[in-house]
């Protein structure tokens, strides 16, 4: 990463500033334009420096306090497929794999959903089990007790 990479990097990693014209205002702060800040980012993307640009919202704020992680015993070999097919239902904000820690954790397929409910999460849960059919051979639901702060890789 180069010198104005790293800055950009800088004057994003705590987010974009709350402006009508975020990306401007940044190029701005870097001392680059709109057009070359654009170029940089759309680069990192691609080539892995940045993973993703999004919203990260406090769920709590917006009314969804039964935030909870499915988790999932399925066949390693059907993990990766089940878990596309979960991770594109509506209610599910993210949906990877994990390793099993056996023998007291099997689980292998994880799925967050956020409900304004317990009612409402358990729903989803039961809906999740619908999708993975037989694939299922056990689960459990694991309720948020506390909100962790979520933040990726920063440079000093």
Known sequence: MNALDAKIVRATQNGLPLTARPFHDVAETVGISFEELLQRMKTMLADGRIRRIGAVPNHYALGYTANAMTVWDVADETVDALGRKI??????????????????????????????????????????????????????????????????????
């Open 87 to 156: 991770g594109a239902l509506p209610f599910v904000s993210h949906c990877y794999r994990r390793p099993r820690r056996l023998p007291d954790w099997p689980y292998n397929l994880f799925a967050m959903v956020h409900g304004r409910s317990q009612a409402e999460t358990e729903r989803f849960s039961r809906d999740i089990r619908i999708a993975l059919g037989k694939s299922v051979r056990q689960s459990d639901i694991l309720y948020s007790t506390r909100i962790l702060k979520k933040t990726g890789l920063r440079l000093a």
